[in-house]
C-alpha cells in the first residue's frame, strides 16, 4: 500500500458528502476494490495548475513525474462535473475533480 502520513487530513473527515459521493459511484461502477478505500483516503494536497474548475487533490505524495507505468486512470459518472480517478496498482492516488465549485472552494480552504 501506498505510504499515508497520520497527519494528512482524511477525505471523510473535511469532504465528508464527497467521500459518501465516491464511494457510492464506485460501488455503482463495480470498483468494489477502489470503494472500500475511500474510508482511509488522506488529502495529500491539491493542484496548483490554477484553472478556476479544477478541485483535483492527491491521496498519495505527488510523483516528480509521472506515476509510473502501472497508473491508469478510472472515470466516474457524477451528477455535476468530472470526477477522474488516477490509480496506481489499484490503489486511489489522485482524484481529478473539474467543474464543481462547491468542492473548490472546500479545497481551496483546507490548501490554500
Request: net charge negative; with cysteine; aromatic share 8%.
Given at each position: 500500500?501506498?505510504?499515508?502520513?497520520?497527519s494528512?487530513?482524511?477525505?471523510?473527515?473535511?469532504?465528508?458528502?464527497?467521500?459518501?459521493e465516491?464511494?457510492?459511484?464506485?460501488?455503482?461502477?463495480?470498483?468494489?476494490?477502489?470503494?472500500a478505500?475511500?474510508?482511509?483516503?488522506?488529502?495529500?494536497g491539491?493542484?496548483r495548475?490554477?484553472?478556476?474548475?479544477c478541485?483535483?487533490?492527491?491521496?498519495?505524495?505527488?510523483?516528480?513525474?509521472?506515476?509510473g507505468?502501472?497508473?491508469e486512470n478510472?472515470?466516474?459518472?457524477?451528477?455535476?462535473?468530472?470526477?477522474?480517478?488516477?490509480?496506481?496498482?489499484?490503489?486511489?492516488?489522485?482524484?481529478?475533480?473539474?467543474?464543481?465549485?462547491?468542492?473548490?472552494?472546500e479545497v481551496?480552504?483546507?490548501?490554500?
Amino acid at each position: 500500500m501506498i505510504a499515508n502520513g497520520g497527519s494528512q487530513p482524511l477525505l471523510k473527515d473535511v469532504l465528508s458528502e464527497f467521500a459518501q459521493e465516491l464511494t457510492s459511484l464506485l460501488t455503482e461502477q463495480g470498483e468494489p476494490d477502489l470503494a472500500a478505500q475511500v474510508p482511509d483516503l488522506r488529502l495529500f494536497g491539491r493542484c496548483r495548475c490554477g484553472d478556476d474548475f479544477c478541485a483535483t487533490v492527491y491521496t498519495a505524495p505527488r510523483p516528480k513525474g509521472a506515476w509510473g507505468p502501472e497508473h491508469e486512470n478510472v472515470a466516474l459518472d457524477p451528477v455535476e462535473g468530472f470526477l477522474i480517478l488516477d490509480v496506481v496498482n489499484r490503489e486511489i492516488v489522485s482524484i481529478e475533480v473539474l467543474y464543481r465549485d462547491d468542492l473548490r472552494k472546500e479545497v481551496l480552504a483546507l490548501f490554500p
